[in-house]
């Protein structure tokens, strides 16, 4: 079941907030006051992302078009019940419908997400926060099944995780560093086999801070190298000031 809380695709994005969520675009991880954000993928079998921001600042329609799939998703902002909703569908029809609980920061309490049309809890992330760590909790039918600790800098920013699936006989540990823009820049993850995997990420940016192209590298450990296994490209539109402004 995919979740719907206010992490990126990248592990250890950082999520804080130090201002009331101003729009879903903020919630998503945009900077500015983007209209529309398309992003291209160079790897095999690349898809393109699309997300669409309506003027209100509280819809955002996000396309997922991929070589065997199409994936839909519609979030809706409520800032008075300070909740996020989000209803994810494949092309096959499979449907969920997801409720994100903020703080006053715009940072993510709880998630629970249900299967449509029936209704069904089939999933809760529960958040618990200290001064320096965050406490997830994923639940199925009730069942732990991923318990995540992630240990913070002054900004906010996860620099380690470790990740316990309910099976697993230790937990993953990653290490992450950020760019100046607070996106993540490296992660080494220590498997609980004794893998151990790198990963290094370049990105250029427009004058708003989101970025324009994204660079993913996997250290080849044969050859003691990074070698280059994706690229994204990003267009963004903005409104401006008076579409911004209700005008």
């Known amino acids: 079941v995919r979740g719907a809380s206010a992490a990126t695709r990248y592990p250890g994005r950082a999520t804080h907030m130090t201002t009331a969520l101003l729009s879903i675009a903020h919630h998503l991880g945009f900077k ?3 209209q529309l954000a398309i992003e291209t993928s160079e790897a095999h079998g690349g898809y393109t992302h699309r997300h669409e921001f309506d003027d209100s600042g509280q819809i955002a329609t996000v396309t997922h078009t991929g070589a065997h799939n199409e994936i839909r998703s519609t979030y809706r902002y409520d800032p008075i019940k300070r909740e996020v909703e989000h209803i994810y569908t494949q092309r096959n029809g499979y449907t969920t419908r997801a409720i994100t609980k903020l703080d006053h920061l715009g940072r993510e309490l709880q ?7 029936d209704g069904k809890l089939v999933q809760r ?3 618990e926060r200290g001064p320096t760590w965050i406490r997830r909790t994923q639940l199925n039918n009730d069942r732990v099944v991923t318990r995540i600790h992630e240990e913070l800098d002054p900004l906010g920013r996860c620099v ?3 990740t316990k699936g309910r099976r697993a006989p230790k937990p993953t540990i990653a290490h992450y560093t950020y760019d100046q823009h607070d ?4 992660v080494v993850r220590f498997g609980p086999f004794g893998t151990i995997t790198r990963e290094s990420y370049e990105r250029e940016y427009d004058q708003h ?3 324009t192209l994204e660079r993913r590298y996997e250290w080849n450990r044969l050859e003691s190298r990074y070698e280059l296994k994706s690229t994204l490209t990003r ?3 903005y409104f401006t000031a008076a579409q911004a402004a209700g005008g």
């Open 160 to 162: 380690k995780s470790a």
């Open 209 to 211: 801070g989101n970025w």
């Open 125 to 127: 992330n529960l958040v």
């Open 235 to 237: 267009r963004l539109t």
């Open 32 to 34: 500015g006051n983007p």
């Open 111 to 117: 998630t629970e997400i249900y299967t449509l049309p």
């Open 183 to 186: 996106n993540v820049a490296t």
